[in-house]
């Protein structure tokens, strides 16, 4: 075997050893959620808190494996699932493909600010329930109401995160190019792209937790399948156990959206992460 071979070898078992590395970190979230879990297991096996509010893990899982298999109210938990994460996605990436490049419009032109800021600052604060008893209204009870709804509640992190990303440019860095002899194509790829990424990935995180967050509002009228529906539906009987379950495959479905969008900034932004 040449030294080549050998030394390709080895770079590769090294990196192989550092991706399985286990950090500190991620010691203490295992820790952490272990403790969770035998505190919960403890509350529950003591009966320090009534089972009606706080069933037993035992409880939860048989509540998972039965919506998974048999369903609930006449959908498995794969179902609604794929209802919930469709209405969320055909939001926000709606939201993505508007919100960005007006954002980025009104951080480079004051006119443009200054006819789309108002309203996106008007609607921002209010309640997503009353703002969907008028979308219901104009819209109907189907999915539209509930892809408007998610597709505004997206929409303000994502135009105020790409404005201020515009807005923060380091004018510096745009006269620099342009003394190299940068044209308007390569100032707009090599400085004003890489300058505003980072902010607008942050605000796509942002945009989509609270995105997710106004799913059980989108789908507690007129819905017959959806995770946010089932908690809702569930909580009107008193199962706890299916609300919980539903709550924590909400949270653990968060984690993984978020972790996309992680993965698409690493791609997008890789000299942040060297």
Same mark, same amino acid.
């Given at each position: 075997m040449s030294d080549v071979s050998v030394g390709n070898l080895e770079t590769s078992i090294v990196r192989a050893v550092r991706a399985f590395r286990v950090s500190p970190e991620m010691l *203490?979230?295992?820790?952490?959620?272990?403790?969770?879990?035998?505190l919960w297991f403890t509350l529950a096996r003591l009966k320090l808190v009534n089972p009606l509010f706080l @069933?037993?893990?035992?409880?939860?899982?048989?509540?998972?494996?039965? #919506?998974?298999?048999?369903?609930y109210q006449g959908s498995r938990l794969d179902q609604h699932l794929?209802?919930? &994460?469709?209405?969320?996605?055909?939001?926000? #990436?709606?939201?993505?493909l508007v919100g960005i490049?007006?954002?980025? +419009?009104?951080?480079?032109?004051?006119?443009?600010?200054?006819?789309?800021? @108002?309203?996106?600052? /008007? !609607?921002?604060?209010? @309640?997503? *329930?009353?703002? !969907?008893?008028? +979308?219901?209204?104009?819209?109907?009870?189907?999915?539209?109401?509930?892809?408007?709804? &998610?597709?505004l509640a997206a929409l303000p992190p994502l135009t105020i995160s790409a404005m201020q990303a515009a807005r923060g440019i380091d004018r510096q860095y745009v006269k620099a190019a342009l003394c190299l002899g940068a044209g308007r194509?390569? $100032? /707009?790829?090599?400085?004003? #792209?890489?300058?505003?990424? @980072?902010?607008?990935?942050? =605000?796509?995180?942002?945009? &989509?937790?609270?995105? !997710?967050?106004? $799913? #059980?509002?989108?789908?507690?009228?007129?819905?017959?399948?959806?995770? =946010?529906?089932?908690?809702?539906?569930?909580?009107?009987?008193? $199962?706890?156990?299916v609300v919980i379950m539903g709550l924590i495959v909400l949270g653990l479905t968060g984690l993984a959206l978020d972790f996309l969008v992680r993965r698409a900034e690493r791609a997008l932004t890789p000299w942040r992460f060297q």
């Open positions: *203490l979230t295992a820790a952490t959620i272990v403790a969770l879990t035998l @069933p037993p893990p035992e409880d939860v899982w048989r509540a998972f494996v039965t #919506v998974l298999t048999k369903g794929v209802a919930s &994460l469709s209405r969320i996605l055909t939001g926000y #990436v709606l939201a993505c490049p007006l954002g980025l +419009l009104m951080g480079l032109s004051t006119k443009v600010k200054a006819v789309f800021d @108002p309203m996106i600052e /008007f !609607y921002r604060p209010l @309640p997503p *329930l009353a703002l !969907y008893t008028l +979308l219901v209204m104009w819209l109907g009870i189907g999915d539209l109401s509930k892809v408007t709804l &998610l597709f194509r390569q $100032l /707009f790829r090599h400085v004003f #792209v890489p300058a505003c990424l @980072p902010v607008i990935c942050t =605000g796509m995180r942002i945009s &989509l937790g609270f995105t !997710y967050t106004v $799913l #059980v509002a989108a789908e507690i009228v007129a819905a017959t399948a959806g995770l =946010g529906w089932m908690v809702w539906d569930a909580s009107k009987f008193l $199962l706890s156990d």
